[in-house]
């Protein structure tokens, strides 16, 4: 099993920045692909930025040249760096680990964590 653990969410105000963290712990092996997936309530879960390990980056459009993804695969530990806040970048945060091909993977979830911007 894998465990995710998130930190690093809170409230903003527009233009500021927050960074998260995600932890992962458990049956991890060393080729993956973690992430940021972001949700609204009664929406369907966005991708956000994705991260191989071998460090090859995807963005949202809405986020890039904003948010900035990367990762320290000693300690198995996901960021998501968040710039230039906006208020409909409110929402819950996931983390995201996946082992395998999107189509064909399995992935696991964080617990998710709140990113509030606003004045």
């Known amino acids: 099993q894998v465990q995710l653990v998130e930190s690093g969410g809170g409230l903003v105000q527009p233009g500021g920045s927050l960074k998260l963290s995600c932890a992962a712990s458990g049956s991890i092996f060393s080729v993956n692909t973690m992430g940021w997936y972001r949700q609204a309530p009664g929406k369907q879960r966005d991708m956000v930025a994705t991260?191989?390990?071998?460090?090859?980056?995807k963005y949202a459009d809405s986020v890039k040249g904003r948010f900035t993804i990367s990762r320290d695969n000693a300690v198995n530990t996901v960021y998501l760096q968040m710039n230039s806040l906006k208020p409909e970048d409110t929402d819950v945060y996931y983390c995201n680990l996946r082992i395998g091909s999107e189509t064909y993977g399995t992935s696991y979830w964080g617990q998710g964590t709140q990113v509030t911007v606003s004045s």
């Open positions: 991260i191989t390990s071998g460090r090859a980056t």
